[in-house]
Nanobody
């Protein structure tokens, strides 16, 4: 079992940057693919960014490609750097973890595949 806690959300103006963080309760490097999802009121949950178990590969949703970067730099931390924020980025942002089996790097943005979820951190972008 893995507990995930997001932090770093807040209110920012359009065009500014924000970094949100995800802290895991256990060692996740090399064991879990990680991802960020978001959900705004009245909208479906949207895959934002995903990263492989050791950070060697990443993928992004089309709406954030070129603006957001996911990375992991420690055994228990994953980050999402958000640049050039738009009002459309306003949402609750969730960190998620997918356990990797043997030989499985598990990279993806299908929410059904993820085993563990944080409680979310709110990001609000004003226009």
């Amino acid at each position: 079992q893995v507990q995930l806690v997001e932090s770093g959300g807040g209110s920012v103006q359009a065009g500014k940057s924000l970094r949100v963080s995800c802290a895991a309760s256990t060692y996740i490097y090399g064991a879990y693919c990680m991802a960020w999802f978001r959900q705004a009121p009245g909208k479906e949950r949207e895959g934002v960014a995903a990263i492989s178990t050791r950070g060697g590969r990443t993928m992004y949703g089309d709406s954030v490609k070129g603006r957001f970067t996911i990375y992991r730099d420690s055994a228990r931390m994953v980050y999402l750097q958000m640049n050039s924020l738009k009002s459309e980025d306003t949402a609750m942002y969730y960190c998620a973890a997918q356990a990797a089996g043997l030989g499985d790097d598990c990279l993806g943005l299908e929410h059904q595949a993820f085993d563990y979820w944080g409680q979310g951190t709110q990001v609000t972008v004003s226009s």
